[in-house]
Nanobody
Framework: QVHLVESGGGLVQAGGSLRISCTAS????????MGWFRQAPGEMREFVAA????????VYSDSVKGRFTISTNKAKNTVYLQMNSLNPEDTGVYSC???????????????????WGQGTQVTVSS
């Protein structure tokens, strides 16, 4: 079992920045991929970014590429999402997730991610 806990969400003005974190505990996950997803009110959950824990390969959604950066701190078992140039369309509940299958490149599908955190709210005001 893997336990994921997000933190760092909040309210920020458009154009601002925010960093959210996800700390993992539980079974060994050195071969996992870690992903960030978000869900706006009334919308489906969408992929944001993901990184393979061992190799550090990263993928981003087109909507955040160039503005968001995913990174890891292996010593702290933590994955971060640095969000810059935020706009109101970035508002939503951001959740981190773990894909336990060993992959060279992380995947974007929610069904591939087995373990999920509870989510943290990010609200961008205009």
């Amino acid at each position: 079992q893997v336990h994921l806990v997000e933190s760092g969400g909040g309210l920020v003005q458009a154009g601002g920045s925010l960093r959210i974190s996800c700390t993992a505990s539980g079974r060994t996950f050195s071969s996992f991929a870690m992903g960030w997803f978000r869900q706006a009110p009334g919308e489906m959950r969408e992929f944001v970014a993901a990184v393979t824990w061992s190799s550090g390969n990263i993928v981003y959604s087109d909507s955040v590429k160039g503005r968001f950066t995913i990174s890891t701190n292996k010593a702290k078992n933590t994955v971060y999402l640095q969000m810059n140039s935020l706009n109101p369309e970035d508002t939503g509940v951001y959740s981190c997730a773990a894909d336990p299958k060993s992959r060279t490149t992380p995947v974007r599908g929610t069904a591939d991610y087995v373990y999920w955190g509870q989510g943290t709210q990010v609200t961008v005001s205009s």
